[in-house]
């Protein structure tokens, strides 16, 4: 008997629905084999992230845009990575003159469930479980959104109840099995009234299962049913690693404290547009890429005259345009801002020299003091490290460039992960990393975008007019470490200029000399 029963239960695990192989792995993936075998498009690269998992499925022809993205191939191109991407091919839609990035994309792909990228400017990779085993009643999707990766549990209440039904189902196979087996022995049993005993608690024991069974079910619809009309949540993922790595940027507020320029532009000369951008969108009226420049377009709508700014205002940013343009629009949608008045910048110079537009230089971004917002136009210049990293640990910032890579914690799960740190691996690239100096090209952009500037503005290259932002905003102190001469102007004015702000400006930081004691330290050389 226990054999016969013993081959009913494995016939009914038999007959249960399968689960489903996951298909090939499409663009914007991990992918543990630079071979690309398990790639959707047979392409897997390495990227510039110092995050454990830093390989991805990317492109490697048209075709394989729009098998991920939708539409025609010859509406794709598969472009060679670069800094923007995280060194990732991306691919580039022709007819809308848009790039869709593999990890950091602006835009929604049409029609695809390609994750979002990863962030503090680069967005999570993250791809929710299917439960095909219970049919369409819990299909998780991953949701891609500029603020960064998000999983969208659609229909949750749904995925509940059908996890219940199918739970009960397979109860309720299981008692009236167990009900035909109880009965099978008493029909057998003759006078043996063991066998009579036995069936008849298969019988009463499947019974009262099943009534327990049926009544979560009726207590979970009738009794709770709020909890089986959630429709969907929408769960952000925020990775706190790549917060050890990346470099904060300063954060562009609007404080009235500030000395005030005497041409400010009168309130009445503003002109206020449609916050859905209908009226005024981006037009891309300055220098540089533009690919980026409708990421912020609803950001920021006010409008002024290009004859009436008379200002360049320069920042620090921590992260490439990209990077920086998401954070900043992530922001500006999870409220709190005057509309039209979002954090943002006109340009970003990254450490490659690459300038991006991402506002046009008609409208006021929002970088500094209110009134300086008016008159000027904001530069951010990417900086290599975390200012509050350098701050602190600077010795390991040195030591992490002599060695080629550094060790830190996983702050969600403890795990202590070796990372990658390139580029400094030389006294004179390690001076130049830990002090945050500039890169010779982003000095070169500078100056060139300056001069374009002038020509197209009343903005003229001299002391008073290029300005650091803690000359302009009080609590700030950046361009850190930065060098005017290499401008063709000089520190002593940007000291001198008025503001409450000035005793902050570090352009002369003293970190250099713990930088020079510890590249003595570990290259043995001063």
């Known amino acids: 008997m226990r054999n016969f029963i013993l081959a009913i239960f494995t016939a009914v695990i038999f007959l249960l629905p399968q689960a489903v192989e996951a298909g090939a792995t499409k663009i914007g993936l991990p992918c543990a084999d630079l071979t690309g075998a398990e790639c959707e498009s047979n392409k897997c690269q390495l990227s510039d992230l110092t995050a454990k998992d830093n390989q991805f499925c990317v492109c490697q022809t048209a075709a394989n845009c729009a098998t991920d993205y939708g539409g025609a191939e010859a509406d794709w191109e598969c472009k060679t990575g670069d800094t923007s991407s995280h060194s ?6 022709t007819t809308e003159t848009k790039n869709l990035y593999p990890l950091d994309s602006s835009q929604t792909p049409a029609a695809t469930d390609t994750p979002a990228e990863t962030d503090e400017g680069e967005k999570v990779i993250f791809n929710p479980p299917n439960l095909p085993v219970i049919g369409s009643y819990c299909n998780l999707q991953p949701v891609e959104s500029s603020l960064g990766a998000t999983a969208a549990f659609n229909w949750i209440g749904q995925c509940v109840v059908g996890l219940y ?9 299981f008692a009236i099995l167990m009900i035909i087996v109880g009965g099978i022995l008493i029909l057998s049993a003759g006078a043996n009234p063991g066998l009579v005993s036995s069936g008849k608690k298969f019988i009463f024991s499947s019974l009262f299962g099943l009534i327990i069974l049926l009544s979560s079910y009726i207590i979970l619809v009738n009794i709770n049913p709020d909890l089986v009309n959630i429709q969907s949540i929408n769960l952000e993922l925020i990775d ?8 904060g940027e300063e954060f562009h507020t609007e404080e009235n404290s500030a000395p005030i320029p005497s041409d400010a532009v009168p309130e009445s000369s503003l002109t206020a547009h449609n916050t859905t951008c209908q ?3 981006p037009v891309g009226d300055g220098s540089g890429n533009k690919n980026l420049i409708n990421i912020l377009g609803c950001d920021t709508f006010y409008e002024r005259d290009r004859s009436e700014v008379s200002y360049v205002i320069l920042h620090d940013t921590g992260r490439g345009a990209a990077a920086t343009a998401n954070g900043w629009h992530g922001n500006c949608l999870r409220g709190g801002v005057t509309p039209g008045a979002c954090i943002s910048s006109h340009y970003v110079i990254e450490t490659s020299g690459a300038i991006y537009q991402l506002v046009d230089e008609s409208k006021i971004a929002h970088h500094a003091n209110t009134k300086w917002n008016k008159v000027s136009i904001g ?15 600077i010795d390991e910032c040195v030591k992490a460039c002599k060695e080629g890579f550094y060790y830190f914690k996983n702050k969600k799960t403890g795990e202590v992960i070796k990372a990658k740190f390139p580029g400094c691996d ?14 010779p090209a982003q000095y070169i952009s500078l100056n060139n975008l300056l001069l374009q500037i002038s020509t197209r503005t009343n903005v003229t290259i001299d002391n008073a007019h290029i300005r650091a932002h803690c000359e302009s905003s009080s609590g700030h102190t950046d361009p850190r470490n930065f060098d005017w001469s290499k401008l063709g102007l000089s520190n002593a004015p940007h000291y001198t200029s008025g503001g409450k702000a000035d005793a902050l400006c570090k352009f002369n930081d ?17």
């Open 165 to 173: 039904k199918y739970g009960f189902m397979l109860g309720a196979m």
């Open 379 to 393: 530069i951010d210049l990417q900086r290599s490290l975390s200012t509050s990293w350098i701050y602190s640990r």
């Open 240 to 247: 706190a690693v790549e917060l050890e790595l990346q470099a």
């Open 510 to 526: 003293k970190w250099e000399e713990k930088v020079e004691e510890n590249v003595k330290k570990y290259f043995g050389t001063s």
């Open 88 to 93: 990732l091919n991306y691919c580039f839609k």
């Open 279 to 281: 009226k005024s969108p």
């Open 426 to 439: 030389s006294p004179e690239a390690a001076r130049r990393k830990c002090n945050l100096a500039l890169a």
